[in-house]
């Protein structure tokens, strides 16, 4: 059922017109995905991940990212993978349940309607996890939806 509240679409961050990655969140997680260029060899990339900042690039050239990101991350625990034409970079949120309006600090925040609907799904996500035995994948709410974050008492800690 958790499967039903998963992210039903990527966001896309525009530069210019031109789309520099893509990322979904879950509660724990955000995830970048970044179509990489034909005929670099894979053993070329490289991303650094660190606490409150994310480079990415080509070795030997300038970065292609290198940006604040919006919140802290685990770095302990984030990690990037490459498969086909995409990096795939995860970063595991310091604070489980924050929702995240764009992954990289001032730029690219979603718009306040998007961010609404999508700090709603992740409180949906939270009730799924607390209660597996319940399905809430056609829960509503009306008005406005509390921090998934600090909700009654925050989110469990197993």
Known sequence: MAEKLAPEKRHTFLHAGQKVFEWDQTLEEVNIYITLPPQVPTKLFHCKIQSKHLEVGIKGNPPYLNHDLSAP????????????????????KRDKGQTWSSPIQGQGQLDPYVADLEQKRLM???????????????????????????????????
């Open 73 to 92: 991350v685990k770095t302990d625990s984030s990690f990037w993978t490459i498969e086909d034409d995409t990096m795939h970079i995860t970063l595991q």
């Open 124 to 158: 949906l996500q939270r009730f799924q996890e607390e209660n597996p035995g319940f399905d809430f994948s056609q829960a509503q709410f009306s008005g406005n939806c509390p921090d998934p974050r600090t909700f009654m008492g925050g989110i469990r800690s197993d």
